[in-house]
Structures are given as C-alpha cells and as structure tokens.
C-alpha cells in the first residue's frame, strides 16, 4: 500500500490491561471484600452517624442500599417508604411488571451476578476483533457497584439538606452503552416540576457543593460548579475512584436512559458497535462536548440513527412502536418498566459487526447531509432542519428524543465540525479495519 492510501494507527486504550478476562470470581471477591469491610461506610463520621443508623445499612431490611438505582421498586416484601414518598407520588414504590422482554431487568441486590447476553456470531476477522473489542472494554457489575455505593451514601447525605429529595443514577451507567471508564452521571431530583437551570438548580448546586467540599471531603474531591445550559457539579470520588457529573433536575435524562436502555437490548449487535465508535471517536479526541465536539450520548443517538436508515433497518423508532412505554410526560416512577416489557427486533438484516462499521463511516461521509439534514431517532430517519434558534447555523444536528433540543449544539466551531468530519472521511473508503485486541489493547486501523 502506499503512504497515500494507508491509514495506520495504533489506539491504546485506557482499559485495565486483561478486562476481558476479567472473570465473574474476581468480581464477587472484589464485592465481597467492599462489604465486609464497607469501605464507603467509612467515609462518614462517626459523630454524623447514629449508631442505630450505621447498623442499618447493610443487614437491616430499611436499608436502601440493596436497590441498584432508587428509580427501581425494590419487590413487593422489601418495599418501604422513602422520605417525602407519602408526598409526592414521584417516589412512591410500585410493584415489579411481568419481565417479558428482551431487556435486562436492572437488579434489586447490590452485587448481582453479571447478566449474560448472546452476543452476535462473528461472521469474518474484522467482527471478531470488534466483539473482542467490546468484551474488553463494556462495564462489569462490579464498575455499576462502585457508582451505586457512593450514589447511595451522596443520596443519604444530600437528604439532610433536600429531605423529599431522591438522587437517581443515569446515562452510561444504566443504558447498556458503558465501559470500564466511563464517568458517572447522577440526577439529583427536588421536585415534580420543573427548575428553572439558570437561577434555582445553580443555587442548589451551589449548597451541594458547599457540602462536598466541606462535610464530605474527606472522600470527594475537586466538586467545581459548571455553569452550563444545563449546570452541573463535577466531582470525584476517592473510594471508587469515579468522575461524576452532577445535575438538577433534569429529568430528560432518567427518560432517555431508559430509551437508550431497551434499543441496546433489542438488537444484540446494537451496543458492541456503539462501543467501538465511542472508542475510535475518543481516540481522535472527537468525544469532549466540553471542548467542543460531540458527547457520547449524541454518538450513540448517531449509531441507532444508522441503523434505523439502513435499506433494511437493524432498529424501529420505539417511539413509534410503543408510545405509551416512551410517553415524555410519564411520572418519573414508571419510567423503568418500560423496557422490560419490549420484545427483541427480529432485523431481516444479517449484515456483520465489521460490515456495520464500516457502513456507519460510509454513511456520514457520503450520505447524510449535514447542512440540511437533522438526525432524529424519535422518526427513524433523516428529517429537514427546523428553522428556530436552536437549530439556526449549526453545524450538526442531532434531536433529543424527549424534549427535542440539539444534542450536539456543543460543536459550535467551524473547524472542530471540519476535524469531525475529515476523521470520517478517513475512514469511509476502508476495505477492511483490523482490531487485533493485544494483551496492551493496541487497535491498528488499516485502510486500502
């Protein structure tokens, strides 16, 4: 191959070196050691504490640290009221729907055993590294415990200030699309209406993380208030060693983690080739709407966007399929239930992982008009840009399935939208890509 024509890259990711052997024991010991020596119990002072209360929390059926996110009824004999639920309909528990879909039910222990998932066979040399990839690289149960340990002490210890308040874990975390590295992102709920961001939510941030950076020091580091369209407070964790992004009340993103949820589920070569794009896209520093470029959550609207376009689609619009599970004004409570109930998507497309990659680059580069076009899930297709404000000279396009915003209104600069997509264009003429997944998790990229 000449110079010209040959793209070859080497990725090393920043994955613990052999996760994808990472087996099931490991993981119990590892859980098993965090709750014999309750390691984030220790975070809290004993003289904050009441002793009644730190015997509670583990072997006491009030304990709230047996649900794996608080948006989820504990069953029927282990329910019990929540402070503020006698008020707000929003936190009452409800009985567990009959679990006939394709979906994975979250669990009600806090160390369940991972849930095994047919994956996809692969059909050539290109799928196989792409399911390597994937095995390597997706969330472990034990990644999810440490998140919901410190959501559910964070939850305890915000409820000091915002009694009726409940703190619910979203985005990556829960929706099928999450890695070993993916940050934690946490919905801190005050009430059933909505909070105007720009005034109350920064105010209430402000008092959360006066109390991260005082009371909780000792275990949460560097909270920073960002002032954003949608504010939030930053902050990590030192048990878990996890980023968290902190938001309230939006409550867009309880709904759509549960949207993303049942598409990653429904079809199973759904999140391996999310994983893998999210993974070429932060190599090449394209997946920091911080900076600029395009978050994960619109790269994985851009992936089921692609597979609903397909001449014969790998997905269905759920919101057309099923309005009432993915109704945008359902009461917060009944949000979860809606996946289970989804039966798989039987696609008469029998196209490979390596196939799909290659077509997703494909269809960005030449297909998708992104001066004149939208992409929107909530249609299955390509739509014509809107013409309000927040759709007005912007570069890419992406809805929100919910509440209809651009998702990718953080690429707002001409030359990081010619960066994305000149990174796409190196990659569309490829007649193969090759992922050899080596114990240092080098990926060579390879193209004709």
Known sequence: ??????????????????????????????????????????????QSIPHDVKRQRFNSHRSETTVVNQAVPLPVEHRYSLPGSNQSPLFHAHSIPDLTGCVPPLRYTLFPDPIETPLPVAKDKLSQQVLELFQACQQQTCDLNRKELCRTELQREIQQIFPQSRLFLVGSSLNGFGTRSSDGDLCLVVKEEPVNQKTEARHILSLVQKLFSTKLSSYIERPQLIRAKVPIVKFRDKVSCVEFDLNVNNVVGIRNTFLLRTYAYIE???????????????FHELNDASRGTLSSYTLVLMVLHYLQTLPEPILPSLQKNYPESFDPTMQLHLVHQAPCTIPPYLSKNGSSLGDLLIGFFKYYATEFDWSHQMISIREAKAIPRPDGIEWRNKFICVEEPFDRTNTARAVHEKHKFDIIKGEILKVKSASHLIFPVTLAFKIVIQMN
């Open 268 to 282: 199973n070569r759904v999140r391996p080739l999310v994983l893998v794009v999210k993974k070429w896209a932060s």
């Open 1 to 46: 191959h000449s110079s010209t024509d040959q793209l070859s890259v080497q990725l090393f990711l920043n994955e613990e070196l052999d996760a994808k052997r990472l087996s099931v024991e490991a993981c119990k010991l590892e859980q098993l050691l965090v709750f014999s020596l309750s390691l984030p119990l220790r975070r809290l002072s004993d």
